[in-house]
């Protein structure tokens, strides 16, 4: 008897959603990540005829590759299917993208965050939520090629996440203040991970690693002290942003913008282009999230923002029948 036999089996047809997220919070570079409400990805698992896993046939074309391997939720799935022992059940994916690729949204792991709750969701539960997180990882390394669960972690749990070490995947969910919100503004060009990757300097100089360090264990600090003050201090990145912010338009001035409006801090959203802040209340989060709007646009650049508490929940199943 297989382990998705039992009540759960019956299900023939599950959609699973998984939140966008912003990656390394400033000095948190490859470790930290949060959850926000919206935008994100759906993946729907539903039961078929021919055995083993495939993606729908009428799929869009929507610039995703629907080979099943080299796509961030196929491969998450059929990992995930392969440790399961269920590599010749009969299920069809189909994936509905809430956001474009390159955004800095976390929008590859946002659809191997979703595929895995989806199938597993659809075999009755197999696993708990935090072991499906190596096989999102091993999905989402299909899009840069590097294993860092920043991104996957938070979309797949939700909340303020700690990577301790990427490798083992041990994982600490940190507490916030409750009143926190995140803006993210995100500008109408494109920026592949794999690409904000290759231009990093494969050594840090001493002095930058010290800052770093310092607001880093500062923010994981307030953080935890839910100390508001001491969070607009430490948003800081000394070793990633010098490097980076070059690729991102008007970068300089939005982050003044976002400042002046009141925010805690700012930086770049996971590798760009999409830029974050953090407000110390709704309010202020959308007044920030105006301010940095008009800077983009006064340069004739589109952007879309949204202004989000931090997403507790994570993945999570929209309907199953
Ligand atoms: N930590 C990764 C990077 C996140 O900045 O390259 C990518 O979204």
Known sequence: MSRASGRSARLQRVEAFSPATVANVACGFDILGFAIDAPGDIVIAERGSRPGLRFADDEPNDGFPRELKANTAGFAAWSLLQHLGEGKTSITLRLQK????????????????????????????????????????????????????????????????????????????????????????????????????????????RAQWIAQSGDLAALIAALCLGDLALLGRC?????????????????????????????????????????????????????????????????????????????????YVKSAS
Request: net charge positive; glycine share 8%.
């Open 98 to 205: 809430g956001m474009a690729r390159g955004t800095g949204l976390g929008s590859s792991a946002a659809s191997a965050a979703a595929a895995v709750v989806a199938v597993n969701t659809l075999l009755g539960m197999p696993l708990p939520k935090q072991a499906l997180l190596r096989f999102a990882v091993a999905g989402e390394q299909k899009a840069d090629g590097a294993w860092h669960a920043d991104n996957v972690a938070p979309s797949l749990l939700g909340g303020m996440i700690l990577i301790r070490d990427n490798a083992a995947l041990d994982v600490i969910s940190l507490p916030y203040p409750k009143a926190l919100h995140a803006v993210v503004v995100h500008p109408a060009v494109q920026i592949l991970t794999a690409d904000a990757r290759r231009v990093l300097a494969p050594k840090v100089p």
């Open 235 to 315: 948003l800081n990145d000394h070793i990633i942003e010098p490097q980076r912010k070059h690729l991102i338009p008007k970068y300089d001035a939005v982050k003044a913008a976002a400042l002046a409006a009141g925010a805690l801090g700012a930086g770049i959203s996971g590798s760009g282009p999409s830029m974050f802040a953090l407000a110390a209340s709704r309010v202020v989060a959308k007044r920030v999230a105006t301010a940095m709007q008009a800077v983009f646009r006064k340069a004739r650049l589109p952007c879309n923002a949204w202004v989000s508490p931090i997403n507790a929940t994570g993945a």
